[in-house]
């Protein structure tokens, strides 16, 4: 017993010395991280006149001056730092001028040497800051560092690196293979990180699209979003019918907001879709594009297995003005089932919405579903209506 309280005793001892050694490194920490700030701002008050001199004669021709004096290792990272946030700032001339003042200053030499450091820190601040500068030397030891690492944190930024630093489109698409060959789902950071290039983003689109990796071409159709690049339009209608389910879903997503003008058998054909995620992109998109004529398809869609398919089908409806809403109450009074709740939820959602209407022609298309439910349904007291607005007579649809 008694020995078996005094490792009870020991244990706690040891225990709260650890608890004191971790809060004294801490303050340690705390303090170092303070100084080094403190010596920082000292640096960037001492070279102020030189930042100055900088930004004064960047459209000069000739090569700028070095900075003054022998440097201390942490007044070298302050001036490069400088250096690489005016290189993301400038583009043109003013940014060629300065990523050669880098290599004048050997900031790029030197973090070069520091890729092949043991300490994994150092590793990462090399790399990090090799793409600040725009290295495009260090792009082979950037390509054979992820090619051979395994995907940690490292590889995101030598990857952002390398499409930074890249000057011809294969250095770009090397890395996006090496970075994909992990199998880990991170088609929208690659994307985010190509379109970092200095490239043309259009031809490096255009080889995404044909390439045979499906997620390469995911990448790229990920990319588009938000770029307006005509020439891969053919594209696209391409991979509509792709045979893998996750490219063919973001593809019929990219081609329905581009707002085509679908034919018939094109909307039979995305709404017939063996994939949940095709046909919920597709009811979706109906509605925003004024296709009337698809009304019979989506209240046949309010039946889908899926609950997305029915939501959206549901919400495509209420934005096709009266006749949409129409087929939405009749859907909710004769249907059953999954049919009825998906309309019946979508109905409620656009009878809740009367003070949202604020201009004239939503005031009037409310009320005209307002009568509609009305006939349906029957009157509800107290009856909410927007008054002051007259709906008989003429089209007043939204």
């Known amino acids: 017993m008694f020995s078996h309280l005094m490792v009870a005793y020991i244990f706690i001892y040891i225990c709260l010395g650890l608890i004191g050694l971790g809060i004294i490194l801490l303050l340690q920490m705390k303090i170092s991280h303070n100084k080094e700030q403190q010596r920082r701002k000292m640096y960037e008050q001492k070279h102020h006149d030189y930042f100055m001199y900088i930004q004064a004669h960047i459209e000069d021709k000739g090569a700028l001056r070095l900075p003054p004096g022998k440097l201390k290792p942490l007044e070298r990272k302050v001036i490069q730092d400088k250096y690489m946030e005016w290189i993301e700032q400038f583009k043109g001339e003013y940014r060629t001028h300065l990523i050669q003042l880098c290599r004048d200053a050997g900031f790029v030499e030197a973090d070069l040497k520091g890729l092949s450091s043991f300490r994994f820190g150092r590793r990462l601040e090399a790399a990090y800051r090799l793409g600040g500068m725009r290295a495009e030397e260090a792009v082979p030891a950037l390509l054979q560092m992820l090619q051979k690492g395994k995907y940690t944190s ?6 952002r690196s390398i499409a930074k630093s890249a000057e011809n489109a294969e250095d770009v698409l090397t890395m996006l293979r090496s970075l994909l060959s992990h199998g880990k789902p991170i088609h929208h950071l690659a994307a985010d990180i190509m379109l970092e290039t200095g490239l043309d983003a259009s031809s490096i689109l255009m080889k995404l699209l044909d390439d045979s990796d499906p997620a390469l071409v995911k990448v790229g159709l990920v990319a588009m979003w938000g770029q307006a690049v005509p020439e891969v339009m053919p594209v696209l209608g391409r991979l509509v019918g792709s045979e893998e389910k996750d490219v063919r879903a973001e593809a019929v997503k990219l081609y329905l907001s581009s707002n085509p003008a679908l034919k018939d058998e094109t909307i039979v054909q995305l709404m017939s879709d063996r994939d949940w995620e095709v046909r919920a992109a597709a009811a979706k998109a109906l509605g925003p594009l004024h296709a009337a004529g698809s009304i019979p398809l989506l209240v046949k869609s309010l039946q889908d297995a899926n609950w997305r398919v029915r939501h959206n089908s549901a919400e495509s409806l209420a934005a096709l003005g009266e006749a949409g809403f129409e087929a939405l ?20 959602l656009v009878m809740e919405k009367v003070e949202e209407h604020s201009a004239i022609e939503q005031m009037v298309a409310y009320n005209k579903k307002r009568l509609i439910h009305d006939r349906y349904f029957g009157v509800k007291q107290p009856v909410r209506r927007v008054t002051g607005v007259a709906a008989v007579g003429g089209d007043y649809t939204a």
Do not use: D, T, Y
């Open 329 to 348: 109450c009749q859907a909710a009074l004769s249907g059953a089932g999954i049919q009825r709740e998906a309309a019946l939820q979508r109905i409620e």
């Open 154 to 159: 490292l590889s995101i930024v030598i990857a």
